[in-house]
């Protein structure tokens, strides 16, 4: 057995974020969590998707009134510094979601990954934009963050950091198996996000329970396929009448669920994670240099959506 390296991860779920809730109530929220995270020897603790606001894009509005109540223009800022502040006294880091205003005009689904100084290390924008841009006027809610979101811009980065390597994403980025193998062929151990899902689907009549079942079945294959540790934080419960799946888990490079949320409001689950067990699975099931064949793989990168099936090889 290789030598085991630990590192405590925390994933806080969050309970619901109403319209009314200020972001420096948020704030205090995620302040507690992390030091409660902190007392139970997490090194790093995973927030939401969004963290700082309600799930705004389920409301039609115009980009200008979204940027006005929901954006953050600048990353630190007065009404976050608090948790950088909690973070560096805690000599814990953290993964943070938020949607991003650049100075440019831009406007991103965005995380960062804050280092135990409090010195953000890395940044990512979402690239799997789910939804639609149109008012769909006779749906219950909208799913506007092709509206609202520009498609990420800095591709899917993996970061030196905790003394291993971790890669980011957000929400939908989990359900794509190319999120996953992208952070993988980089040698990440450990993959972060955060996400608001919500139960109910606009587009069809889809059995509420198969959001959480794709949800988990996604992040379990993710982990064992790419021999990564996953921890995923949910913001969830009714917001303002409107729910998300909860279901926050942390996933050892087994697919095994090893820690889970059973609250739908804001709870910490921690988990003292080996890293060692990333190289059982590379060294041998998922050695990439040594099984994998990407003059096969092709089509993966060449075509958008799916198209007639390629021609068939003479033999
Ligand atoms: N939310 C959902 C998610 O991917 C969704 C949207 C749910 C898309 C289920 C497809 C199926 O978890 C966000 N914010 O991406």
């Known amino acids: 057995m290789s030598n085991s390296r630990h590192l405590g991860i925390a994933v806080a779920q969050m309970g619901p974020v109403h319209l009314n809730d200020s972001r420096a109530a948020v704030v205090k929220r995620l302040v507690e969590m992390l030091n409660e995270a902190a007392s139970r020897g997490a090194k790093l603790v995973v927030f939401p998707e969004l963290a700082l606001t309600t799930f705004f894009p389920r409301y039609w509005m ?3 009134e ?8 600048s990353m630190p800022n007065k009404d976050v510094q608090p948790l950088f502040d909690a973070a560096k006294a805690r000599g814990v880091g953290f993964y943070l979601g938020y949607a ?6 831009e406007r991103f689904n965005t995380s960062i990954l804050v280092d135990a100084n409090a010195n953000i290390i890395g940044k990512y924008r979402k690239i799997h934009l789910p939804g639609h841009s149109d008012h769909k006027v006779d749906a219950p809610f909208q799913h506007l963050e092709k509206k609202f979101f520009e498609v990420g811009d800095v591709g899917i980065p993996v970061f030196e950091a905790f003394d291993t390597r971790v890669g980011m994403c957000l929400c939908n980025d989990r359900r794509w ?3 996953w193998r992208v952070m993988s062929l980089q ?7 955060g996400y608001n899902t919500p139960s109910v689907n606009i587009h069809w009549n889809e059995p509420v ?4 079942s794709t949800h988990l079945v996604s992040l379990q294959a993710s982990a064992y396929q ?5 921890a995923a934080a949910a913001k969830c419960g009714s917001e303002d009448g409107h729910h998300m799946i909860g279901g926050s888990v942390i996933v050892a490079p087994t697919g095994e669920i090893v820690a889970r949320a059973i609250s739908e409001d804001d709870e910490v689950i921690v988990t003292s994670a080996d890293l ?8 041998h099931v998922f050695n990439f240099a040594k099984h994998r064949r990407p003059e096969h793989y092709k089509i993966i990168v060449e075509r958008t959506g799916a198209g007639e099936p390629l021609p068939i090889p003479k033999i």
Do not use: D, Y
């Not at 790419?226 to 996953?230: E, F, P, R, V, Y």
């Not at 060692?276 to 060294?283: A, G, I, L, Q, Y």
């Open 62 to 64: 115009t980009e200008e």
């Open 66 to 73: 979204a940027v006005e109540r929901f954006f953050e223009r």
């Open 100 to 105: 991003e205003l650049t100075p440019s005009g």
């Open 177 to 179: 198996p190319e999120t």
């Open 187 to 193: 040698s990440a151990e450990v993959g972060v996000l």
């Open 209 to 212: 329970h198969l959001r959480m």
């Open 226 to 230: 790419n021999a990564m540790w996953i």
């Open 276 to 283: 060692s067990w990333v190289e059982n699975f590379r060294n």
